[in-house]
């Protein structure tokens, strides 16, 4: 019942769906039932095609993410506790933040090729500036009566960000990384539309060009789900690591 109250909008929309596709209230050859896409789903993924076209877009897409948190979150603390750097890279990201970085992808061909290297240098070009604008901002709103307390009893810098910079700035950061993972599953199913031999992206936008409907509908419920597993994981891990935080905000 937990499940049903809680996706109860979305079975029902996939009800809808079938009842609309069978009733052809559109053409049917465009609009096909949902339990059509469901089985293709099933058996593509029962032959390996589906699992191997999802696991190359999470290879590129997974490598791009993990650099973009290797790089973004040091650098966004680093930003928080020291002007000069803030300084530096601030005008970087203000400038380039408004940028849609999908239009970046002819530059991204000439440097980095046709092959993953591309799609990789975009996932992590396009998913770091959340995670280090989010990990900024929350260094940044840390009280600094805490820090001056940390300092006053005698704490190094680094104590002071492991005790009291880290943990406070913590909830910003995991927003910063789901925007950054969202924003990660979008860019590279969008670059293997464009460029890519392979992966979900390329399922999809090769299946519309040869009118095969029902696989292209299979690829955009399968970059759904993968996109809801993602988050929804996300989610279970930020509730454990920021259980303390969940109980004063819900206080």
Known sequence: MRFVDRYGSVLL??????????LEVFNRVL?????AIVGRLVALAGDGTLLYEAGQSLLR??????????AGIPLGILMGRLRA??????PVFAFGFPIPKIGLIPIFLLFAGLGHASKIALVFVDSLFP????????????ERQLI?????????????????????ALPHIFTGVRLGLIIALIVV???????????LGHVMIVSARNFKIVDMYTAILSIALLGFAFDKALLAIRGRVL?????????
């Open 13 to 22: 929309l996939a009800v809808a769906w079938e009842v609309a596709a069978r």
């Open 61 to 70: 897409m997974g490598s791009g993410f993990a650099l973009a948190l290797l």
């Open 148 to 168: 001056w307390s940390a300092q006053a009893m005698g704490d190094s810098e680094p104590s002071v960000l492991r005790r009291v910079v880290w943990p406070a």
């Open 243 to 251: 259980a303390w935080y969940e109980g004063e905000v819900a206080a």
């Open 85 to 90: 750097v803030e300084g530096f890279f601030g």
């Open 189 to 199: 199913f969008i670059s293997e539309m464009v460029t890519a031999g392979s992966g």
């Open 31 to 35: 609009f096909p039932p949902a339990t």
């Open 131 to 142: 995670i280090v604008l989010s990990t900024f901002h929350g260094v940044r709103l840390v």
